[in-house]
């Protein structure tokens, strides 16, 4: 394994790093006096538009996508420093870049899933960042940690038409509040009564304007509206009809599907998260040489030394696993490096949420208020324990394997 970072890699990390000190840093504060003034909080401020014109005149645009005819042609070796780059202003900068979540995550499925005409009709305004989507799978009724727990029905229409009708109610669906969120991917079950239980599921493509859909109201995240991944909502889908050919892939295949989907989605937030806990780091430093408490600056005081080594050698730790689970991504597949996938989602998560805590300890009230990233910034990795699979189902996953090397 050689982690050193090719010619390509360094060009476009020097092209990033220009483009967050130059760009993206200084927009933080500019988008959130925009956003106050726009008639909704849902609307787009001015700035992320102007800051996606600039990172595509930069190059530096769908840099997630390993496939270089629709994407850059990066591995995920390649992109995992990227995304970390962009993971100091999760709010802005994988926006800009066109690299967020749901939307990457939607772009891998309809790339690898969807038939020509889907591809034509979503995948390619979603690649030029003309519209945005969201993906529909949990449900509050359910565990949905298992997947196979779904209750929404994707029925064939009864009444002799060639439809799915899509019966079921949803929530935490990322993208959905976004007023540009155009296409739902949706999970349903089409043979609830199947003999395998990974079977009874399959996906399809609703459009957000299809009657019978409705997004009823915003869902916070540790008193968050989340903004940047145009919130996360509960939606009703209430006898909506679509064309059967709007079937991603074939009826059965969408618990599968969404196995390919979570795979490169899990290791990318850990490769943000890596960036988030930089930047945590950055602000801790700054913070203790700037402040004095009892008659010395926070920089002297032994436990802040403890913080930020610790914080040091956590990030070390953490961008080697993920660095290596890239890597076998790269040469073995999503399936063989499963085991790394489900060690890097259960380790980032809960090491990153532990240092910017102690950031926020650090800036005392500082830290909890709307003045530092530090509180949103916890919001979201602490999210992260949760979504894509809680951390409890990676563990018994990941444990069963180890065993069965003894059994």
Known sequence: MDFAFDARTEELRGRLLAFMDEHVLPAEAVAEEQRAALASPWDTPAVVEELKAEARRRGLWNLFLPDSEYGAGLTNLQYAPLAEITGRSPQLAPTALNCAAPDTGNMEVLAQFGDERQRKQWLEPLLAGEIRSAFAMTEPDVASSDATNITTRIERASDGTDEYVITGRKWYISGAMNPDCAIFIVMGKTDPDGADIRRQQSMVLVPRDTPGVTVKRAMKVFGYEDHSHGGHAEVVFDHARVPVTNLIGEEGGGFAIAQARLGPGRIHHCMRLIGMAERAIELMCRRAVSRDAFGKALAQQGVVHNWIA??????????????????????????????????????????????????????????????????????????????????????????????????
């Open 310 to 407: 610790d914080a040091r050698v956590t990030v070390e730790q953490l961008r080697l696993l993920v660095l290596k689970t890239a890597w076998m991504m790269d040469t073995v597949g999503n399936r063989g490096a499963h085991t790394e996938i489900q060690a890097i989602k259960i380790a980032t998560p809960r090491a990153v949420v532990d240092i910017l805590d102690r950031a926020i300890q650090l800036h005392g009230a500082g830290g909890v208020s709307q003045d530092f990233p530090l509180a949103e910034l916890y919001a979201g990795a602490r999210t992260l324990m949760i979504a894509d699979g809680p951390d409890e189902v990676h563990q018994r996953s990941l444990a069963r394997r180890e065993l069965k090397k003894y059994l």
